[in-house]
């Protein structure tokens, strides 16, 4: 199942809301996680089955969608929150987007 | 607190083999699923190899079977990737990943990360 994130960039400034879409080749029902990952740091889990937040994610994030196509979306962006972001899905293996940066306008 | 921590990355010849290791603590490591992820420089992520909590399943993606092999020593608490016949696209960071669920099959998403551990094959 390929993964395809839109845009591969965004410039947003701080305290604007932001939307990331993600789009699977083929249905994965509910069985896609957003990661959050920082230069030099290992991925971290923000969002898991679509739109649960991971423990200790701030409710500023919130996903949705089902099937092929799903977003992510940050209600007010914080100084913290520039980094680049993945989908996964893993209803049939475990396959991830090609990520989209969120970058400083 | 879960605390993966990788180890045995370096730099290796094509044609070499590296065996990595991921130290587990803070869970009760016999119950997970656990895979091993890679990031070549300046690239997204890409899961290669995954085992079930009790050892018996094992998956691995087309770019590395046959060259790898993902073992566990629950006596250890500890992960294991094989990588054998080492090709320059293997160039990475390596991270290992606990699944969500205890227990089952895998097929969760990663809810605990490592910190990574990077292979450079070149000549």
């Known amino acids: 199942i390929v993964m395809t994130q839109s845009p591969a960039t965004l410039s947003v400034s701080p305290g604007e809301r932001v939307t990331l879409s993600c789009r699977a080749s083929q249905s994965v029902s509910s069985k896609l996680a957003w990661y959050q990952q920082k230069p030099g740091q290992a991925p971290r889990l923000f969002i898991y089955d679509a739109s649960t937040r991971a423990t200790g994610i701030p409710a500023r994030f919130s996903g949705s969608g089902s099937g092929t196509e799903f977003t992510l979306s940050i209600s007010s962006l914080q100084s913290e929150d520039f980094a680049v972001y993945y989908c996964q899905q893993y209803h049939n293996w475990w396959t991830f987007g090609q990520g989209t940066k969120v970058e400083i306008k | 607190q879960v605390r993966l921590v990788e180890s045995g990355g370096g730099i290796v010849q094509p044609g070499r083999s590296l065996r990595l290791s991921c130290a587990a603590s803070g869970f009760t490591f016999s119950s997970y699923s656990m895979h091993w992820v890679r990031q070549a420089p300046g690239k997204g992520l890409e899961a290669v190899a995954v085992l079930s909590y009790d050892g018996v399943k094992k998956f691995y993606a087309d770019s590395v079977k046959g060259r790898f092999t993902i073992s566990r020593d629950s006596s250890k608490s500890a992960l294991y990737l094989q990588m054998n016949n080492l090709r320059p696209e293997d160039t990475a960071v390596y991270y290992c990943?606990?699944?969500?669920?205890?227990?089952?099959?895998?097929?969760?998403?990663?809810?605990?990360w490592g910190q990574g551990s990077p292979v450079i094959v070149s000549s």
């Open positions: 990943a606990r699944e969500s669920v205890m227990g089952g099959s895998p097929g969760s998403y990663f809810q605990h």
